[in-house]
């Protein structure tokens, strides 16, 4: 990691849900906080807590030289393609491993609740 460069991940039992036009996309009281420096605190949800059957890979790929490559995912809600909404690192660099298996969405796209409180985009 680059000097002054940091990624925290923390585990929490914060119960959080994420849903698109109101449709239930993934639930979990197991998520874990990811900070970054000069980033917004993401939440990264198991992966057996979102409806992966709601959701299509796209071929989409970003590299993130903290947390290593991500892949990404679209949903169709209501004949309405969210493209790209919730990404993953498969197989993330070691300083990141913890995030291996969870999913995170973009919050300005989704709707997100922790603990039943809506989160700030």
């Known amino acids: 990691m680059s000097?002054?460069?940091?990624?925290?991940?923390?585990?929490?039992?914060?119960?959080?849900e994420v849903r698109v036009d109101g449709v239930l996309?993934?639930?979990?009281d197991h998520?874990?906080?990811l900070d970054?420096?000069?980033?917004?605190?993401?939440?990264?949800?198991p992966r057996d807590d979102v409806r992966m059957d709601l959701l299509r890979?796209?071929?989409?790929?970003?590299?993130?030289p903290f947390k290593g490559e991500a892949a990404y995912w679209s949903?169709?809600?209501?004949g309405v393609t969210h493209d790209g909404i919730v990404w993953a690192y498969e197989a993330p660099i070691p300083a990141a491993a913890d995030i291996t298996g969870h999913l995170s969405?973009?919050?300005?796209?989704v709707e997100i609740t922790v603990d039943g409180e809506a989160l700030a985009a």
């Open 3 to 16: 000097t002054g460069h940091t990624i925290t991940i923390t585990p929490t039992d914060a119960h959080v």
């Open 25 to 28: 996309l993934a639930a979990t």
């Open 31 to 33: 998520p874990l906080l």
């Open 36 to 45: 970054e420096t000069g980033l917004p605190t993401r939440y990264y949800l």
């Open 57 to 64: 890979p796209t071929t989409f790929h970003t590299t993130c």
């Open 75 to 78: 949903v169709d809600v209501e």
């Open 105 to 109: 969405f973009y919050p300005d796209r």
